[in-house]
């Protein structure tokens, strides 16, 4: 039997998850206590997450504030897929501006800029001034400029104000003009919004172009509760939303494909311009579809990792 002997007050009881193989666990992110605690992966070899924005970390968990402040996971989401999040609203969600968002990878809309502004910096940075909320990490991909080297993929480097962004292209030329910024329909979320002033969960995917959601008005509890949410999503069959704290779930079938973004998920920030505030204590990801008995399993397992904290969460 191997005994762990401290001096002191452990931070967190985990030391490198091994789940149970074919499960698919990516990423499991025990959230709190400092930056440098939040952003280790505790999947055996996982990858790091990064933190942007200086959330506040608690003791059990990180405040995050939409459009301010985030963490981006190490995995990118894939056709098949789950994810799950131990999430506290800071705030009721009584309409959209308030909403919580646990996870989310979504890109912009295609955007058409007939005369954008752009500042061209040491031939390789473009500063591009368009009409939306965005955060660094973002992929776009800029189409039909001139100059040289300008056109093709990119992610933004950089956020200036909450109206315009730069991407480094490479080696570009010239004074780029007309043209369109463009990005892929694709994305994943995990959300509390608020419907008609009730807090509703929501988990949008792309399929063959467009957004679809799946909703789900909170009963039995509230959004200002700890609440573990999760969604998976099946590729060719659709996906399944649940709140495993208040025991809901709701389905959506659909036999197309389910569109991977190719953008690593975001843990309590997306690039809408609510103004939302959330309390995330866990997060993970698994590159595949789960079974309910197996979030049920997670569920069990970090009931315990909470309770022993030491600032406990309980009752999720």
Known sequence: MLSLISSGALALPLMGLTP???????VWQQIGVADSYSINNQIDGGSPAAMYGGPVENANSATFTAGTSYMQLPAA????CSFMALVQAVINPTANNT??????????SSTTLTSPAVAVTNATTLTITATHAFLPGQPVTLAGWSGTNVNGTYNIATVNGTTSFTVITSGASGTPTGGSVVSVVSGNHLAIVGVSTVPTMRASRAIAGSMVNASLTFSGGAATNWNLLAVVFTSGVGWTLYNLTTGQSVSVSNAGTLTASGANLKVGSNFSTYTGQSNIAWAAETSAALALSDLQAIRTQLLGIMAALSTPITGF
């Open 20 to 26: 149970a193989a074919g499960s698919g666990w990516q």
């Open 77 to 80: 989401a894939g056709g098949s």
């Open 99 to 108: 909403s919580v968002v646990a996870l989310g990878d979504s890109t912009i």
